[in-house]
Each structure stands twice: as structure tokens, then as C-alpha cells.
Nanobody, 112 residues
Framework: QVQLVESGGGLVQPGGSLRLSCVYS????????WGWYRQAPGKEREMVAT???????KYADSVKGRFTISSDNAKKEAYLQMNNLKPEDTAVYYC??????WGQGTQVTVSS
């Protein structure tokens, strides 16, 4: 059974940091691309960051310079390092792996 499991969410104060992790367990031999997405209450799901197998990254303008996506191809894991978090970063964060595999989401709340 294909599984994608995120971890690392939680409550953090503004200016703080969190590191999200995503682990794939399934039959794919490689993951061609990973993505982190988020959905805040009342808003549509949006792309946060993506990374290809070869390491090409893309970020939403709102997180550039604060978030870093990375992956470990051998372990089939992806990570999202989030620094200088802001209240507007509060959302459920979802990991996605190509092709169209999604995790269950992890809550990130930024509040004092």
C-alpha cells in the first residue's frame, strides 16, 4: 500500500522554526519530484515549494528566503525547513510525491 506520511508540525511563536519531514513507503523505485503544499482555513491549497529528483527547486514568493525544501533520494524522504515563521504561515501542510501521491497533512500554527 502506498503511503506518504508527514511529521514535524506543531505550534511555534512568530520568528520560530519548524522542520517538516515526509516519508514515502511504496513500490516506486524513485520519486521524480516532491512538493509541499499548504491550505489555510477558508483558502485554497497552494504550492509552497517543489524539488525535482535532480535538485531543482521552486518556491512560492511568500516563503522565498525563509523556507528550504530538500530531499533524500535514497531514503525517499523530503523535508521542509521553515525559518522566521509568520502567523500567515499557519495552515495544514501537505507533502506530495510524483505522480499525485499525497500525505494526510500536518498542522502548523504560528502564534504568540
Amino acid at each position: 500500500q502506498v503511503q506518504l506520511v508527514e511529521s514535524g508540525g506543531g505550534l511555534v511563536q512568530p520568528g520560530g522554526s519548524l522542520r517538516l519531514s515526509c516519508v514515502y513507503s511504496g513500490s516506486l523505485s524513485i520519486i521524480n519530484a516532491w512538493g509541499w503544499y499548504r491550505q489555510a482555513p477558508g483558502k485554497e491549497r497552494e504550492m509552497v515549494a517543489t524539488i525535482t529528483y535532480w535538485g531543482t527547486t521552486k518556491y512560492a514568493d511568500s516563503v522565498k528566503g525563509r523556507f528550504t525544501i530538500s530531499s533524500d533520494n535514497a531514503k525517499k524522504e523530503a523535508y521542509l525547513q521553515m525559518n522566521n515563521l509568520k502567523p500567515e504561515d499557519t495552515a495544514v501542510y501537505y507533502c506530495a510525491a510524483s505522480p499525485d501521491i499525497w500525505g494526510q497533512g500536518t498542522q502548523v500554527t504560528v502564534s504568540s
